[in-house]
């Protein structure tokens, strides 16, 4: 069992930024790939990013390419998502997840452990 837990979110004016964290505990997940979710309201969850067990692979969604970026601390089983230039649109429930396999993961259906996720919200 892994146990996740995600912080950073808050409050921000468009083009702020925010770095979240997901800190895992239970056991390792240097071994796994991760990934960052989203979900507003009334709308689908989206895999916003990913990266695989060793950072050589890293996934970034078309929303928020050149925005966002993720990276990780095996040595502190941990994951983080830079959100830089944010806007109102990238207002959501963000959410870490651990993978079903080390190599990177794209979509919900290959993630095992979620967080319950850390409020982000972007004024204009």
């Known amino acids: 069992q892994v146990q996740l837990v995600e912080s950073g979110g808050g409050l921000v004016q468009a083009g702020g930024s925010l770095r979240l964290s997901c800190v895992a505990s239970g056991r390792s997940i240097s071994s796994s790939a991760m990934g960052w979710f989203r979900q507003a309201p009334g709308k689908e969850r989206e895999n916003v990013a990913a990266?695989?067990?060793?950072?050589?692979?890293?996934y970034t969604a078309d929303s928020v390419k050149g925005r966002f970026a993720i990276s990780r601390d095996n040595a502190k089983n941990t994951v983080y998502l830079q959100m830089n230039s944010l806007k109102p649109e990238d207002t959501a429930v963000y959410y870490c997840?651990?993978?079903?396999?080390?190599?990177?993961?794209?979509?919900?259906?290959?993630?095992?452990?979620w967080g319950p996720g850390t409020q982000v919200t972007v004024s204009s």
């Open positions: 997840a651990v993978g079903r396999a080390g190599v990177i993961q794209i979509g919900g259906s290959s993630y095992d452990y």
């Open positions: 990266i695989s067990w060793n950072s050589g692979s890293t």
